[in-house]
């Protein structure tokens, strides 16, 4: 009898069972380092909502590691960095946690590019960050952001929103250092807040800003056809027409001042019908 088919036969199936015990052993690690990933999440969530940011973000680092595809270890962790972000506070460890956060929601992005949550996450933190030293190139990366979920979902107000009060706060941001540099080169013939500008200084400021307006003014509209309550956006739509305002002489300006002054009395209203609601409730 030939026994070396035989020996072969059992060589092959030892290499076999060698490779499926292999198997199940890394089959049986992952599933052990997922179990253990997503216990520590509860464990984090759970750290997270008691205010224990730092310890909630390093159960949130440890999920991660463990379980690359648990998305909500990722996201937890940006949204604990986020928390923990102070905005205007301009110290060298608060911007760092800032960056952490951005950097932690792109980390969500790049597993997920339509995550709306990591959208509004880079959006809020770049806004905070751009406010205190003012840079404006960072107020405009917050915006592309919240334009991302436009594009993802057009039916969400508060995208909108975002960027009409970004578009905001970079003209009025202009309208103030326009005056700022008039007064100076005019220190006998000052220009208040409330005055118009100068023709000259006014034509400047809308070829520089009237687009940027005319964009705020059209999201926030937007904003309050998707949900015509928004009161903060009613408002934003108000301080956007008096810049607006600021770019045309009268009888314009005194139509649009008036637009404005009817969309603040707009804010009371509804905020008088929620208190008197709540109040009932």
Same mark, same amino acid.
Request: proline residues 4%; charged residues 25%; contains cysteine.
């Given at each position: 009898?030939?026994?070396?088919? /035989? ?14 015990? =292999? ?32 310890? #909630?973000? +390093? ?35 608060? =911007? ?13 992005? !790049? ?5 709306? #949550? ?96 005319? +964009? ?17 956006? /009613? ?21 649009? +001042? ?8 707009? =804010? ?10 709540? !109040?009932? #409730?």
């Amino acid at each position: 009898m030939n026994v070396q088919p /035989i020996i072969h036969s059992h060589r092959r199936a030892a290499r076999v069972f060698g490779v499926v015990a =292999v198997l199940v052993t890394l089959f049986s690690a992952a599933g052990c380092n997922r179990l253990k990933a997503r216990d520590l999440l509860n464990k984090g969530v759970a750290a997270f909502k008691n205010g224990q940011y730092d310890s #909630s973000i +390093e159960d949130f680092k440890q999920a991660k590691d463990l379980d690359p595809t648990l998305l909500n270890a990722r996201l937890y962790l940006a949204t604990a960095y986020a928390t923990e972000y102070i905005p205007g506070a301009p110290s060298d460890e608060n =911007v760092r946690v800032g960056q952490q956060a951005v950097s932690e929601f792109q980390d969500v992005l !790049s597993v997920d590019a339509s995550n709306l #949550s990591a959208l509004d996450g880079i959006g809020s933190i770049l806004y905070n960050m751009a406010g205190t030293p003012f840079d404006p190139d960072k107020y405009q990366e917050s915006k592309k952001y919240h334009q991302k979920h436009i594009e993802l979902k057009s039916d969400d107000p508060e995208p909108y929103y975002w960027v009409g009060v970004i578009d905001w706060t970079l003209s009025y941001r202009g309208n103030a250092e326009a005056r700022q540099a008039y007064n100076i080169q005019n220190p006998k013939k000052q220009v208040k807040e409330a005055d118009p500008l100068a023709d000259k200084v006014r034509e400047q400021f809308a070829q520089q800003y009237g687009n940027l307006v005319d +964009e705020g003014l059209m999201m926030l509209q937007k904003a309050t056809e998707l949900r015509p309550d928004y009161a903060d956006a /009613i408002a934003y739509q108000s301080l956007l027409l008096r810049q607006k305002a600021d770019m045309s002489d009268n009888p314009t300006r005194a139509s649009l +001042e008036k637009q404005a002054d009817d969309l603040l009395d707009k =804010v009371k209203e509804i905020k008088q019908k929620i208190a008197e609601k709540e !109040s009932k #409730s």
